[in-house]
């Protein structure tokens, strides 16, 4: 694996941990795609650093847990901006 490869993983890995980020806001800050940032943080990060990986792994549950909390939020507010217009 390429060492700047390595060096991105750790680093989206850490911000993740310390955020709690989506994989999709992660995507954001580093200016690369959400698809990309859950194969480095689900498969390259496992062999590059397990135990960051374990911790990571643990937001990614919980974030995704919260998913449909988080989308019946923006569906709320969605629908509350077109009936005040």
């Known amino acids: 694996m390429n060492g700047n490869v390595e060096k991105r993983c750790v680093e989206v890995g850490k911000y993740i941990r310390d955020t709690g980020a989506t994989v999709r806001q992660a995507g954001i800050v580093f ?15 496992y062999e590059v650093d397990r135990d960051l990986f374990e911790q990571v792994e643990k937001v990614l549950q919980g974030n995704k847990a919260e998913r449909h909390i988080r989308g019946g939020n923006a569906t709320k507010e969605k629908y509350s901006k077109s009936k005040n217009n």
């Open 31 to 45: 200016g690369i795609s959400k698809s990309t940032v859950h194969i480095d943080v689900t498969k390259r990060l």
